[in-house]
Structures are given as structure tokens and as C-alpha cells.
């Protein structure tokens, strides 16, 4: 059983940046692969980032060059860097855990443990 809680949400001004963290329990945090989804209002979550167990990283083309994840497994945390932020990148964010391969990192159903999401609001 993996717990997640993220941390790191706010208000900020478009252009700016945000870094989110997710907490992880668990002695084995470094078995997962790791992923960043987003619910807009009035949309469908999505699939933002995911760093593999060997820290391979995966991007949706939306946050490519804007976003970093990373991972550091002495700290049981993941992160998600966020520069140059848009209006559209307003959402709840998901920390998500999967122990699957990279087939099912971009997937909602891929997943196997979830956060409960911080709130991101970019204003224009």
C-alpha cells in the first residue's frame, strides 16, 4: 500500500512557476514509476509527467520544455517543476503510482495509488 500527498499548489501570475512535491509512505517508494496528472474545471484528468523506477521521464507535448519531474528516492518524493506557467495550466494536480510498465504511465487506469490533488491557478 502506497500513500501519496502533495503539496506545493497556489495562486500564481502567468509567466511564473510553481514546484510540486508528492510524499510517498512506503519503504518502496524507489519500485514505482511515478506520474503527475490534471483536472481542469469542467474537463477530463489528464496525463502531464512521469518518471519511471529508473527515472526515465515522459512528458505531454502541453508541458514539454516547461515542466520537469523528478524524483528523489532517499526522500520518498517526487516533484513536478512548472516555469512559464499559462492560464490553461489552471487544475487540480494527482501524484500518481503505478508499479506497471511505461505503456500505462500516460493512463488513468495505469495507475494503482492516487493522491488527493493541490490546486494550481496561473492568472493571466
Known amino acids: 500500500q502506497v500513500q501519496l500527498v502533495e503539496s506545493g499548489g497556489g495562486l500564481v501570475q502567468a509567466g511564473g512557476s510553481l514546484r510540486l512535491s508528492c510524499a510517498a509512505s512506503?519503504?518502496?517508494?524507489?519500485?514505482?514509476?511515478m506520474a503527475w496528472f490534471r483536472q481542469a474545471p469542467g474537463k477530463e484528468r489528464e496525463f502531464v509527467a512521469a518518471i519511471s523506477w529508473i527515472s526515465y521521464t515522459y512528458y505531454a507535448d502541453s508541458v514539454k520544455g516547461r515542466f520537469t519531474i523528478s524524483r528523489d528516492n532517499a526522500k520518498n518524493t517526487v516533484y513536478l517543476q512548472m516555469n512559464s506557467l499559462k492560464p490553461e495550466d489552471t487544475a487540480v494536480y494527482y501524484c500518481?503510482?503505478?508499479?506497471?510498465?511505461?505503456?500505462?504511465?500516460?493512463?488513468?487506469?495505469?495507475?494503482?495509488?492516487w493522491g488527493k490533488g493541490t490546486l494550481v491557478t496561473v492568472s493571466s
Open positions: 512506503g519503504r518502496t517508494f524507489s519500485r514505482y514509476s
Open positions: 500518481a503510482a503505478t508499479e506497471r510498465n511505461s505503456y500505462y504511465y500516460n493512463k488513468e487506469d495505469g495507475m494503482d495509488y
